[in-house]
């Protein structure tokens, strides 16, 4: 199987270190250097994307019944999503341990035990009941939600007003205050609009707003 040269790696990194400066990152580039960029990014995800799948089937186990996972960060991570749903099969280690596992709509999630970090491992499907994951018990009432680890309450506006950790034992919002608050600020640059907010603008908040009833999109 042919290698990936070093050439080719460098080539994707170029591109996407060439849009990775200035107004590109906030977003704050015109139309035209937008779509150029996106354009440049939709290329180095392809390039991306072709090396990573040659460099999987080049060292995973190429079989039906087995996968092969990589980890790719620092931290041993004990929970990973497949992609595939597996309704009647279980997953097992290499020491023969059945995988906990839970199905969603992104697919299957499975818990498995210190994954090396910079690491591969190798799992293999059987058939055969998977073992389910414990439910949480969940109580829900009015505008009131607990469960084994939180209770959350919101106003009857939407606005977040507790989150009480059971874990931590502790309050995570202030009294009086909100998780979800969304806040205005004048417009006080020192430069251009929208752009230097100083620190004593971030005093300046707007403490009462008119309900948005219509929005207009303006494009030039």
């Not at 906990?100 to 970090?117: H, V």
């Not at 931590?168 to 806040?183: C, H, K, T, V």
């Not at 600020?185 to 309900?211: N, Q, R, S, Y």
């Amino acid at each position: 199987m042919e290698c990936i040269s070093f050439e080719q790696i460098e080539q994707g990194i170029k591109i996407l270190l060439t849009n990775q400066f200035h107004d590109i990152l906030p977003g704050s580039c015109t139309r035209q250097v937008a779509e150029d960029a996106l354009g440049d990014y939709q290329q180095s995800a392809s390039m991306a994307d072709e090396i990573i799948t040659h460099m999987l089937r080049r060292i995973s186990v190429d079989a039906q019944d087995m996968l092969t996972v990589y980890n790719p960060i620092m931290d041993r991570e004990n929970i990973m999503l497949l992609n595939d749903v597996f309704i009647d099969e279980s997953i097992i280690d290499e020491h023969q341990n059945v995988l906990l596992s839970q199905l969603t709509r992104e697919g299957t999630w499975i818990y498995a035990k210190d994954l090396t970090p910079f690491a591969f491992n190798n799992y293999k499907v059987v058939s055969g009941q998977r073992p389910h994951l414990n439910t949480a018990q969940v109580d829900i009432h009015g505008r009131h939600f607990e469960n084994n680890l939180y209770i959350i309450q919101w106003s009857p506006r939407g606005s977040l007003t507790r989150i009480y950790s059971k874990q931590l034992d502790r309050e995570l919002i202030l009294e009086g205050s909100y998780a979800n608050e969304f806040q205005v600020f004048d417009d006080k640059p020192g430069e251009f609009e929208a752009w230097e907010i100083k620190l004593e603008t971030l005093e300046d908040t707007f403490h009462t707003m008119e309900v948005i009833k219509e929005l207009e999109s303006v494009t030039f």
